[in-house]
């Protein structure tokens, strides 16, 4: 950065010189024509007044080496000439100067000279007998004025090229040492000082962006630790399982059981089979929900009616629980995917009887809100939850009481899939529990599903 900062000073600085010297050039040279100009004029003047006096006498032993001088007469004629013989010359009634001074007295011009070979520049005046004296100097030209004036010039301009390139230099590396020294680990830092004022709205943007890596390293480390949780909890909660029905088909296939334990033996094995089943497609539903609902088809529904479906799936479980599983509330039409509202309202009743002691209740409410909001809750008298448990029950195999949730069975994945199906539908979910005075689960939707 600081070479390409220091090559495109050098090269403003080389391009300024340069058209510096072409309006210097351009001015002297304008101005070394009106003096050449004027000077010529004047001795034009000065030569008509000793021919006035002294007729072409005036002209005998004249030496001028930078001057010609011609003796005109009215009809054109050459009379006198100090460079050419003047009977061989041709009439010179037409050039300009001669006509200007025949008119006015006075006649200018520039032209190219035939005869010298050069810009000449012409300066006339009329004599008071009509003749007309003309005096002729070659202009000088811009290759003259380069080597009359180019040395100083160009010494100047090498010497203010030199000063640019060592300032150019020195200012580069003020430009980017202070670039250099950034603290990249603590950006504000440095903007806070006054000599990155200018990069201020750049050094905010790099803590942000280093705030949101690290938010993002943080949220990876997160869902990596997670993910092998979850692989480390689904194989012991698939393990457990299998070596029961391992262990029971091995007794059923060596002769060992006898006849009247067949039928036992081979209830535990439907009966971790089913489990199997259930935890293999609660994993299923948790990685559909992982995927953003991708594919999931939403549709026009009434989660009265889903609650209500629920609740009548789970009444023989709750009959052998002894708790009592009422639906209550009005109409609750929303938009959303049937599964998984079902799967919502299921896995909360379905926890609340399992945590329900023999005479216990377990109460669906649902109905709708202000503004098209849709609330959904499941209350329950069991035992409740301790509040230092109730910001990690939704997670992944979390169990408050692993002795009790052993007893009850379950997969461990129950809420989780709540939780996760209810960010699907861009709804919040509320806990309100005490111990041994039972839980409130809480979901309030909103009035259209996201993204529908």
Not at 13 to 26: D, E, K, P, Q
Not at 229 to 243: C, D, G
Not at 382 to 391: L, W
């Amino acid at each position: 950065m600081s070479r390409r900062i220091f090559n495109a000073i050098s090269a403003v600085t080389l391009a300024v010189c340069l058209a510096s010297l072409a309006i210097i050039m351009s001015v002297l040279y304008t101005h070394l024509y009106d003096v050449q100009m004027n000077h010529l004029l004047l001795e034009t003047q000065l030569a008509v007044r000793g021919v006035e006096l002294n007729g072409i006498a005036y002209f005998d032993g004249l030496d001028v080496n930078d001057c010609r001088v011609t003796w005109i007469t009215a009809d054109g004629v050459v009379l006198y000439d100090n460079e050419a013989d003047a009977a061989a010359m041709e009439n010179h009634l037409e050039r300009e100067e001669i006509r200007q001074a025949l008119a006015g007295g006075v006649g200018e011009s520039v032209r190219y000279s035939d005869t010298l070979a050069e810009r000449q520049l012409y300066a006339a005046r009329r004599l008071g007998d009509g003749s007309v004296l003309r005096l002729s100097a070659p202009q000088a030209t811009v290759l003259r004025l380069l080597l009359s004036f180019g040395p100083p010039v160009l010494a100047v301009i090498a010497a203010a090229l030199a000063l640019s390139l060592w300032m150019a230099s020195r200012l580069s590396r003020r430009i980017v040492g202070p670039i250099n020294d950034l603290n990249l680990d603590d950006p504000l830092r440095s903007a806070a000082e006054p000599g990155f004022a200018e990069i201020a709205p750049l050094l905010h943007r790099l803590h942000h962006q280093q705030t949101q890596l690290r938010r993002d390293q943080e949220e990876l480390e997160k869902t990596s630790r997670i993910r092998q949780e979850f692989t480390a909890n689904v194989s012991h909660e698939l393990k457990t399982p299998l070596h029961v029905i391992s262990g029971y088909a091995e007794l059923l296939e060596s002769g060992m059981a006898r006849p009247e334990d067949t039928v036992p033996f081979a209830a535990r094995i439907r009966a971790e089979s089913a489990r199997m089943t259930k935890l293999v497609e609660d994993i299923i539903d948790l990685t559909k929900l992982d995927s953003g609902g991708i594919g999931m088809q939403w549709e026009d529904t009434d989660l009265r009616r889903v609650a209500e479906n629920a609740a009548e799936s789970l009444s023989e479980e709750a009959d052998a629980a002894g708790v009592t599983l009422t639906v209550e509330g009005g109409a609750a039409p929303m938009r959303g995917v049937t599964q998984y509202l079902y799967s919502i309202v299921y896995n909360l009743c379905d926890n609340a009887i399992k945590y329900s002691a023999p005479g216990g209740v377990v109460t669906v409410r649902t109905g709708t809100l202000p503004g098209g909001a849709v609330r959904l809750a499941v209350a329950d008298t069991g035992i409740g939850i301790p509040p230092e448990h109730q910001d990690r029950v939704f997670e992944r195999f979390y169990r408050v009481d692993k002795s009790r949730s052993k007893a009850v069975g379950g997969t461990g994945l129950g809420l989780s899939i709540v939780k996760h199906a209810a960010r699907l539908h861009g709804a919040s979910i509320d806990l309100e529990s005490e111990p041994g005075r039972g839980s409130t689960f809480t979901i309030t939707f909103p009035g259209h599903a996201p993204g529908v």
